[in-house]
C-alpha cells in the first residue's frame, strides 16, 4: 500500500506537538502490520523533528535554545528582505530538519514512550504550512 495525503497547519512561532493531527489524517496507519510513514514540511522557515512529548517545558526550552543558537537582529544577514526573524528561521529550519520517518508496527506509530512529531513554526507569522504525508507498508 501506498498513500501519499497533504495536511496544512497553521500554528504561531513556537514548537508544536502534531502526532495526533497527523494520525487524524492518516486513518490507514491503523491498517498495516508494518510500514513506514515519511512526513515532509514544504517550507524553507518552519520545521519538523521528533522529542520529548510529555513536559510542556520542553517545547518553550526548545524556542528558547533555538533563539540562542540563531539570534535574529543585526546579525550580519544579508537576506533580509523579508524581515528580520526571516533568515534565521531559514537556518533553523535546516538544522532542525524538513522531515521525519516513523516506523509503523501493528497499525501504530512506532516512537518511544515520550516521543512526539513536532511542527516547528520559526517564523512570528509563518502562516498556513503544507506537511506532505507518505505512507507505505502491508
Not at 63 to 92: C, F, Q, W
Amino acid at each position: 500500500m501506498w498513500i501519499q495525503r497533504e495536511i496544512e497547519l497553521a500554528r504561531p512561532r513556537g514548537f508544536h506537538l502534531v502526532t495526533e493531527a497527523v494520525c487524524e489524517a492518516m486513518p490507514e496507519i491503523g491498517e498495516l502490520r508494518v510500514g513506514l510513514l515519511h512526513v515532509f514540511m514544504r517550507h524553507t522557515s518552519a520545521s519538523l523533528t521528533i522529542n520529548e512529548n510529555a513536559d510542556p517545558s520542553v517545547r518553550a526550552d526548545y524556542e528558547t535554545s533555538m533563539n540562542r543558537l540563531v539570534p535574529e537582529g543585526p546579525a550580519g544577514y544579508t537576506h533580509t528582505i523579508e524581515g528580520p526573524d526571516d533568515m534565521p528561521a531559514h537556518i533553523k529550519a535546516s538544522l532542525m530538519g524538513a522531515s521525519v520517518q516513523i516506523p509503523i508496527t501493528e497499525g501504530r506509530l512506532n516512537l518511544g514512550t515520550w516521543q512526539g512529531i513536532y511542527f516547528c513554526e520559526h517564523r512570528d507569522r509563518g502562516g498556513p504550512r503544507t506537511l506532505v504525508m507518505t505512507l507505505q507498508g502491508e
